[in-house]
């Protein structure tokens, strides 16, 4: 890692020291690489995805790899988990004639989750979707499933169409039109990414900036007391982000079958 | 006439009505964001294209008001008035983060 909490780890930097405040930044979220091919360079938050689709795959083998009618250890708690994608993501969304896209929602589900909480995990510290990069690439396996669901089932045009209620009279469609595909083609899988990203990177930045501000203003002085309040925000915003970790796991995984389900039927 | 089973039955129910009335809540509220980018977008674009034209760089900015009028009709059209129609009720209806 690069930055302030390099300069911090070196040591003395606190306040009345002659250092300035170290405040945390984009540069934070650059990793220098392990290694580098070409122009290729391999960094921290892409092994963390790696270990991130590597936990997802072996737990779920592990947990069903010799299913028992009567689940003991890991089943249980992988039953639990796929019971809880199913009743609270894509059940609410798409109903039972749904449930062939269950281990899609799961593993997607799943795969957010944790690369999201290796930001509260030692070690890692680091959450990987807040490389918005990391992040794009799902938005374009969901979208694709949506266009590919939408076309097959209610045709191209059937599917255009099906965009703007029926009773809207002609002119306004005229109106609705270029607002509609915006919507449709850039807003939509734009808002659905950068939501993920932009919590996971402000969850991030707070974390970083309540622990740097903590160890900066530990002396004794009067920067004792803000340390000590600066070490409780830490703390508050930790436990908020294993809230925040899975909520937006939650959310992408909720508006992934959503679209699903839209696409399937038309919406009114 | 089992009243254990008709009350879990009812808790399922009321907990199945929760999590639907949270999905739609979800997918309403996004969907309604970005209706509010994107008529400012569309129509700011062609302000601006028009603007640029003419010369009148107001266009722009009357533009993006007027995408932004059109969107707050459509949402009101669609899940207003008109969406209240046509939508079954919901037990519940929860907001998004």
Known sequence: MTGDVGVLASGGCHIFSGCGFPAPGLQDFNWKPFFTVGTFGFAKPMLLAIIAALVVIVFFWLAFRSPKLVPRGMQNIGEVAILGVRDQILRPSLGKKGDSYLPFLVSLFFFIYIMNVMELIPIFQFPVTSRIGFVWPLVFIVYFLYLYLGFKNQGAWGYLRNMIPPGVPAPIYIILVPVELLRFFVFQPFTLGVRLFGNMFAGHLLLTIFTIATWYLLTFSVGLIYSVGSFALAIFVFVLETLVTLLQAFIFTTLTATYIASSLEAAH | ?97
């Open chain 2, 1 to 97: 006439m089992n009243g254990k089973g008709d009350g879990a039955s009812t808790e399922s129910s009321r907990k199945r009505a929760a999590a639907e009335g949270r999905a739609e809540g979800l997918n309403i509220g996004w969907t309604v964001f970005s209706y509010l980018l994107s008529g400012m977008a569309a129509y700011g674009a062609i302000g601006w294209l028009v603007g640029r034209a003419v010369h009148v760089s107001l266009l722009f900015p009357l533009g993006m008001l007027v995408g932004l009028g059109i969107s707050i009709g459509f949402i009101i059209y669609r899940y207003g008035m008109h969406g209240v129609e046509s939508r079954a009720p919901r037990k519940e209806m929860t907001g998004d983060r």
